[in-house]
């Protein structure tokens, strides 16, 4: 069979039968386990406050041991293709370690709470673990990742300290340290607005998939931002302050801030928090071969920090557009997209989605971090062939 022989392919058909394509929800089997603090006055015993330790500057870094392997480390998520259900398991989560992965004496480990806050407080990981649990189910995407892997989270502490008016923002600082990008920093700092930090699906986590996090994974303890960029949810977390500013860190004034493109003149600047609309496409794989005039159904996954409300689907490099059918949003997991399609020739097709979250942001086609992917390992190049004209060619 000569490609070369194939007329120019066209757009796909898309199909809609009246049916729905979609089984029922799946759950989630990756769990971040973390506290839950309804009546904030009760769980307060379960703290030790600062004013009865004698605490001292920087004491609870005396838990870390060491760093090891030092430096840059990144695992690379698998390709769309590769996503084949719909939470991704702990061995296929990516991971980005900046300076190095701490490791922790978790008999040593405290978090500190202070800041602008009532009541400054230490707890260590077995008042931690003692106080009441629940879950959240989201999405977790690194800013230097087109791709991501869900998972499951559970809430915050924060409350308990009592946030003072003035504050507005709330510091979190890991154990980790070293050199990122010939740029030294004796701990990793973040920072997040106030009123995102205290959202009921911001965590403290120290479980994935019922095991303890291991140090790659940012154990004994790490924060967890859903709807938010993987860089806000500091790994190692021991000091958690509450301030009227934004942190002076380098991973918030140097590094993770991006260009505005609400600024026509390109000049002004904003961190990297909210996750903007992105999707893939899991099915077909890419170089799948199929025959012309038969039904092929298109399977992927959209996500951003607000909910996703249209996929669409293109098969002619973004001259046409269909909608696809889309699964509601669950808490902050990632949706599910399907649209059936009909390729009438043969030829070299290039399936693309693109995703528009309920605020009206789209997943732009060109020049964004969240664009439409050209590369064919995102965006699933196929092979249509001609079935008559198959059948005609003489045997090999």
Not at 14 to 20: H, I, L, N, Q, Y
Not at 135 to 163: D, I, K, W
Not at 270 to 287: A, D, F, M
Request: proline share 9%; net charge negative.
């Amino acid at each position: 069979m000569n490609t070369a022989d194939f007329d120019s392919p066209l757009p796909a058909t898309c199909e809609d039968s009246g049916e729905a394509l979609f089984s029922a929800p799946v759950d989630s089997p990756v769990e971040w386990k973390d506290i839950a603090v309804e009546d904030f006055e009760a769980y307060r015993q379960c703290v030790t406050p600062l004013n009865q330790v004698g605490y001292q500057t920087d004491s609870e870094r005396d838990a870390l041991v060491d760093i090891h392997p030092k430096g840059f480390f990144i695992r690379q998520p698998p390709l769309p293709h590769e996503l084949d259900t719909h939470m991704t398991p702990d061995a296929q989560l990516f991971q980005t370690i900046h300076m190095g992965a701490a490791v922790v004496d978790p008999n040593r480990w405290r978090l500190i709470v202070d800041g602008m806050v009532l009541h400054p407080f230490m707890l260590n990981l077995g008042q931690l673990r003692s106080m009441p649990r629940t879950s959240v189910t989201t999405f977790h995407e690194c800013y230097g990742s087109p791709l991501l892997p869900p998972t499951r989270a559970v809430r915050r502490v924060g409350n308990m300290a009592q946030p003072k008016g003035s504050a507005s923002y709330v510091w979190s600082e890991g154990l980790d340290g070293g050199i990122f990008a010939d740029v030294w920093a004796d701990r990793y700092q973040k920072d997040l607005p106030l009123e995102k930090a205290m959202a009921p699906e911001v965590l403290l986590a120290f479980e994935i998939n019922g095991a303890p996090l291991d140090k790659e994974r940012g154990g004994p303890v790490r924060l967890v931002v859903p709807g938010w960029y993987g860089t806000n949810s500091t790994k190692w977390i021991s000091h958690i302050s509450l301030q009227d500013k934004r942190a002076t860190g380098p991973y918030t004034t140097l590094f993770y801030n991006e260009i505005d493109p609400a600024d026509p003149d390109g000049q002004q600047r904003r961190p990297v928090w909210k996750v903007e609309p992105n999707s893939i496409i899991v099915r077909p794989r890419p170089g799948a071969v199929f025959a012309s005039g038969h039904t092929i159904t298109v399977i992927g996954r959209a996500w951003a920090c607000e909910e996703i409300v249209q996929v669409e689907i293109s098969t002619d490099g973004g001259n046409s557009w269909c909608n696809a059918q889309l699964n509601p949003r669950r808490e902050f997991e990632w949706q599910l997209f399907q649209q059936r399609v009909v390729f009438s020739r043969g030829g070299f097709y290039t399936i693309t989605a693109r995703a528009t979250d309920k605020r009206g942001q789209q997943q732009p086609l060109r020049n964004r971090r969240n664009h439409v992917p050209t590369k064919a390992s995102l965006t699933n190049g196929i092979l249509v062939y001609d079935a008559v004209r198959e059948r005609l060619s003489p045997s090999p």
